[in-house]
Structure formats: C-alpha cells, structure tokens
Nanobody, 125 residues
C-alpha cells in the first residue's frame, strides 16, 4: 500500500506562484511513475505533469514552461512548482503513484493506482 498526502495549495493572484508537495509513505520503493493531476468543477480530470523512474518528465501543453515537477527520493516527496499562475489553473490538484507496474511514457492515467485526497488551488484575476 502507498499513501499520498498533498499540501501547499492555497489562494493566489494571477501571476503568482505556489509549490505543491506530496508526501509518499507506505511502500516507498522508487516508484515507476509519479504524477500530478487536476480537476476543476465541471471539467474532466487532467494529467498536469508526470515523472518516471529514469527521470523523464512530461507536461500538459497548458502548463509547459510554467510548472516544474520534481522529486526528492530521500524525503520521499513529490513536488510541483507552479509559476505564472492563471485563473484557469484553479482546480483540485491530486498526487498519484503507479499501481506497482511499469509505466508508459508518457504515463497513461491507467498506470496510476494510488491517489491522494487533493489540495485546492485557487487563482484569482
């Protein structure tokens, strides 16, 4: 079992920055893939950024150049640095980890078997 706990969400004005953290506990062996997803009211869940075991990363087009995913394998923590935030970034952000099997690149949502509870990000104009 893997537990994921997000933190770092909040309310910011457009143009501001936030850093989300995701503490990974339980089976902390290096994961095949970790990712950040988001879901806004009335919209489908979107894969924002992912990182696979060899360090390759992938981003949604909407956040490229503004968001950065990283991980600290010593602290078992996943991060999402979000810069130049826009009102359309407002959503509930989830951390996810693979379900114990190898992940595609870029990872498919089906590769993720463990999910956090989410942290709210609100960007005002």
């Amino acid at each position: 079992q893997v537990q994921l706990v997000e933190s770092g969400g909040g309310s910011v004005q457009a143009g501001g920055s936030l850093r989300l953290s995701c503490a990974v506990s339980g089976n902390t062996n290096r994961r095949f893939c970790l990712g950040w997803f988001r879901q806004a009211p009335g919209k489908e869940r979107e894969q924002v950024a992912s990182i696979v075991r060899d360090g390759r990363t992938t981003y949604a087009d909407s956040v490229k150049g503004r968001f950065l995913i990283s991980q600290d394998n010593v602290k078992n923590t996943l991060y999402l640095q979000m810069n130049s935030l826009k009102p359309e970034d407002t959503a509930l952000y989830y951390c996810a980890a693979d379900g114990g099997s190898w992940c595609d690149f870029p990872p498919d949502v089906a590769d993720f078997g463990y999910w956090g509870q989410g942290t709210q990000v609100t960007v005002s104009s």
